[in-house]
Every structure is written in C-alpha cells, then in structure tokens.
C-alpha cells in the first residue's frame, strides 16, 4: 500500500475494480467517469477487449481479446506540479517494467515510456491528465501488456507477449494483482517527493542509454547518444558533433 502524504488518504489500486467485457477505450471510459462522478482515486478499468485502443501520439493499441492485460488507473495526483508531471509517467513505466522483469526476464523502458522485451514491444502507457492552474488535477494512467497472444498483425513487426518470449502461459487475474502491486510501490516515491529514486530507476532501465546508436529527427539520420531525459520529459542525447539536443516526443524516431 501507498501511503499518500501530500493529499489525504491511502493509495490502493484497483479498489474498486471495474471489469468490462468490451470497450472503446479504457482510458475513455475513466475520462468519463471522472467527468460524470467523483471517482475514487485508485480505481482500475479492465476489459478484455478495446475496439478502439488509444496508444501514444493518437497511435491505436491493437488486442486479441481475452488474451492481454488491457486497463486504466483513476489516480488524482493534485500535489504533482503540472512542470513535473513526467514523473508520473516514469513511475508507471518503472511500475511496469519491475513487474515485466520479475516474471519474464531483462525489461527495459523505450522513451517514454514503451516497454520492451528481447527489443520488442511487450507493453505501452498512455497518461492523460488535466491541470488547473499550474498543478495536475487528475490523470488516467492507461496500459496494455501483451501476455498470451501468439500472433500480431504484420503491421507489428516488432510486437511480443510474455507468453512468446518465455513460452508460458500465465494467468490475467494473478498478473494484474502483481502488476498493481509493482505499480504501487513505484509510485510511493513521487507521494514522498523523492523524485531521485524515480529517476534513477527509470534511467537504469531505459533503453539504449549510454550508447551510439541511430536516430532520425526533421534533419534526417544521424548517430547518438542518450544521456539524460529532462525533468520535461525531453530526451536529450548527445550527437557525434559533441553537442547536445533536447527532443519533445514524435520529434524523434529511434532506427
């Protein structure tokens, strides 16, 4: 359990759980929850199918159903400086990441907040928040981890389960419970303020960090090297020419 020190209460995921055989979107679904009632903080909306997944940049996250752990957490981070809200995208990441590492092996986080296994896709966040003034209000934190679908569309070359990179079938409901429970523990550092242990876990598991590798931005194709993310969210990695550049994300693609 998270204790929650800057507002009043504790944090606990998934009470209640709201379970839903199809949806449009979970994180939809939240939105509207939290516009037509004052939904309690922690609570989780899970569906075993999405007809129109939401994934980054308007991107659409695509599920067999039944197969993948599809769901979106309510959670009112009314402390959270609207400047630092990229901390709770990193907590989230760290949350899934610690989990996808502890029953499948090395995970690393894909700025900004992709997760991968073997160098494939295996989960994506989508947070969505709202902000009055200079401070978040709310924010739907949604995510989708494959699990035990065996195919994906040819589109999505670069797209596993867990069940295909360890070849084990595993059960939702007890994936979830452990999952929420990664994700928990990764957020109790931002109720704390101690935005030091967030970005040391993230950046230990973020994906090509320290290393040339090729990226392509408006300029074209060039070698780089990530060497920090900004408390903004930017990325900022380091070109062959010696200088340093800050990317905002679809500003960058990694080759």
């Not at 990193?90 to 907040?113: D, F, L, Q, T």
């Amino acid at each position: 359990m998270v204790t929650k020190f800057m507002t009043s209460g504790p944090l606990k995921l998934g009470e209640p759980l709201i379970k839903l055989d199809t949806v449009d979107s979970t994180n939809n679904y939240a939105i509207n929850l939290l516009r037509n009632e004052n939904a309690t903080e922690g609570t989780v909306i899970l569906a075993d199918f999405q007809s129109l997944g939401k994934g980054q940049g308007g991107n659409k996250w695509l599920s067999d159903k039944n197969q993948n752990l599809l769901f979106s957490i309510i959670l009112k981070p009314d402390f959270l400086k609207a400047s630092k809200q990229f901390y709770l995208s990193m907590c989230i990441s760290n949350g899934v990441a610690g989990h996808v590492e502890s029953v499948a092996g090395n995970a690393k986080i894909k700025w900004p907040n992709d997760l991968l296994l073997n160098n494939k896709k295996v989960a994506g966040i989508l947070i969505e928040n709202t902000i009055m003034k200079d401070m978040l209000s709310t924010s739907v934190a949604g995510i989708g981890l494959n699990v035990n679908q065996q195919q994906f569309p040819e589109s999505l070359p670069e797209a596993v389960s867990l069940a295909l990179a360890t070849g084990k079938q595993y059960n939702l409901a007890g994936l979830l419970a452990g999952l929420l429970e990664q994700i928990e523990n990764a957020l109790e550092p931002l109720y704390r303020g101690n935005y030091a242990t967030i970005r040391t876990f993230y950046l230990n598991r973020l994906y090509r960090l320290a290393e040339w590798a090729r990226y392509s931005d408006e300029a074209g194709i060039f070698e780089g090297r990530i060497n920090d993310v900004a408390e903004s969210g930017e990325l900022i990695i380091e070109k062959r020419i010696g200088k340093s550049f800050r990317y905002s994300f679809k500003e960058l693609e990694f080759v």
